[in-house]
């Protein structure tokens, strides 16, 4: 069982930023791919950002690529999401997710079926 807890949603102005955190249980988080999700009130979850196991390489919705980072550090299993240069748009729950089969080191899995565990999800509010 691998048990993930977000932090560092809140509100912020537009042209802002936030750095949100997921601290993950389990022996193996460093062959866990990991992945930020967002779902705004009436929309489908939608894919933000995710990262492979060995933190070489990320991927991004086009909506946030040039704004957010995904990053992990693997000896405190966590990983983050750095938001800069916030939009009204980007107001959503974050969630982050956990694929613990990892795939190859390059793996960065981009779709909810891909993820085996889920966060509670933190509140992102934007305004203008």
């Known amino acids: 069982q691998v048990q993930l807890v977000e932090s560092g949603g809140g509100l912020v102005q537009a042209g802002g930023s936030l750095r949100l955190s997921c601290a993950a249980s389990g022996r193996t988080f460093s062959r866990y791919a990991m992945g930020w999700f967002r779902q705004a009130p009436g929309k489908e979850r939608e894919f933000v950002a995710a990262i492979s196991w060995s933190g070489g390489y990320a991927r991004y919705a086009d909506s946030v690529e040039g704004r957010f980072t995904i990053s992990r550090d693997n000896a405190k299993n966590t990983v983050y999401l750095q938001m800069n240069s916030l939009k009204t748009e980007d107001t959503a729950v974050y969630y982050c997710?956990?694929?613990?089969?990892?795939?190859?080191?390059?793996?960065?899995?981009?779709?909810?079926?891909?993820?085996?565990?889920w966060g509670q999800g933190t509140q992102v509010t934007v305004s203008s």
């Open positions: 997710a956990a694929d613990i089969l990892g795939g190859n080191s390059w793996s960065v899995p981009l779709f909810s079926n891909d993820y085996d565990y």
